[in-house]
């Protein structure tokens, strides 16, 4: 078949124009904005203070939906059954990487989702008891020595924090027994008291304890020292750079949804991140404002779950699926 040169060049002229069309995606309705956690939680300021000025960059309200249950899988599973047509978007955690090793329900979610952007990320900082009466590096020393005499605690089996010790405990070359509570309520009377040695925490649940003597701090899992805590060295300074031990947040979507949503979805939260105000507003909380494209988040999601995967599969982690 001999084809019409003309045709082929207007053809190749209408491509960019139709690449526009394609990309200019606008959602037709209210856009879901799924969180696995109970209102209340940290999760919660990431995601509405970004609402209006994602509002302003789709064109459409952002409804946020809290869906609580099974650490995040119920969340995920009302995702998966949504259409994917870029109306239904889910917010993530660090237990999304962790759960595809933890959980037989979400063994293959790294292939169902997509990110779209890593949005923040908090820091968590060893505390010790102040019974202990230890500097970093005394309480190095306890650990390498004390041939499993420590009991740290974390909020629960697979959080972050508690595969952030044991991480710690693999880099550090120590020995600990993990005590999972319930959450942080328990844990904080019990390290308070002495009657556990240390845990890794989030930043904002303990600037208040460790400024008032009730905790120690040693070490923060931050790029570099924090505003709230600028006397406390960061675990790269103590010559662990590779630790992974944070709380962060980030967007996904279904992997079959049409790239132009997804892009425009991507750009959406990174005009929304940018704000100054909207950064503003997420510093004072502690966060740390990313604002990664969905590609260096998907990266970012695939070194998480390789070292979860080892740190789990080594210590014989396993929870109730």
Known sequence: MVLDRRALLLAGLALPTLARAQSAWKPERPVRLILPFTPGTSMDPAAR?????????????????????????????????????????????????????????????????VPVVQATVVPHVLVAAPALRTDW?????????????MTYGSPGIGTSPHLGAEHFLRLAG???????????????????????????????????PIEEGKLTALAVTAERRVR??????????LGLPDLLSDSWFGIMVRRDTPAAARDA???AWLTALARQDV?????????????????????????YVATYAMIIKENGIAVQH
Do not use: C
Not at 49 to 55: C, G, N, V, W
Not at 183 to 194: E, I, P, R, T
């Open 228 to 237: 709230e805590l600028l006397n406390v060295p960061t675990f790269a300074e």
């Open 174 to 208: 120590g020995k600990a027994v993990h005590a999972p509570y319930n959450g942080n309520a328990q844990l904080f009377v019990d390290l308070y008291a002495g009657r556990i040695d240390f845990a890794l925490s989030t930043l904002p649940d303990v600037v208040q």
């Open 137 to 149: 590096t005394g309480f190095l020393k306890r650990l390498r020595e004390g041939g499993g005499s």
């Open 265 to 267: 979805l991507e750009r």
């Open 49 to 113: 203070l970004a609402q209006e000025s994602l509002k302003d960059a789709l064109g459409q309200s952002v409804v946020v939906e809290n869906i609580a249950g099974a650490a995040t899988v119920v969340a995920g599973a009302e995702m998966l059954k949504a259409p994917p047509d870029g109306h239904t978007t889910l917010m993530i955690a660090n237990s999304f990487a962790a759960n595809i090793t933890l959980r037989t329900r979400t063994a293959d979610w790294q292939r169902a989702f």
């Open 279 to 303: 950064r503003e507003r997420l510093q004072a909380l502690s966060f740390t404002v990313l604002a990664r494209p969905g590609a260096e988040f998907e990266k970012v999601i695939d070194r």
